[in-house]
Nanobody
């Protein structure tokens, strides 16, 4: 059974940082592309960042709204995905989800989410 478990969310003041983690089990983590999505109250879920599966050619991609502030990374030895979030602002308040997908496929495994709340 595939499980993705997010952690690291919380309440933080604007301008500060948080690091989210997503620990995977039940799948060959290194074979999957991984991503972070988020959903704010009353809004649709949106893409945040993604990282490809290969250790030697690890490509990343970011939403324009987080580019330069957020960094996605992974540790295949620990089956863990990270999202370092710096310079947080109120608009970053959302439930953050990690997702896994094989190349050329949609993200078909999702975590339960971790809440990030940024106070102004």
């Amino acid at each position: 059974q595939v499980r993705l478990v997010e952690s690291g969310g919380g309440l933080v003041q604007a301008g500060n940082s948080l690091r989210l983690s997503c620990t995977a089990s039940g799948l060959t983590f290194s074979a999957y592309n991984m991503a972070w999505f988020r959903q704010a109250p009353g809004k649709e879920r949106e893409f945040v960042a993604a990282i490809t599966r290969f250790d030697y050619n690890r490509n990343t991609n970011y939403a324009d709204s987080v580019k330069g502030r957020f960094t996605i990374s992974r540790d295949n030895a620990k089956n863990t995905l990270y999202l370092q979030m710096n310079s947080l602002n109120f608009e970053d308040t959302a439930e953050y989800y990690c997702a896994a997908g094989l190349p050329q496929s949609k993200y078909n495994y999702w975590g339960q989410g971790t809440q990030v709340t940024v106070s102004s």
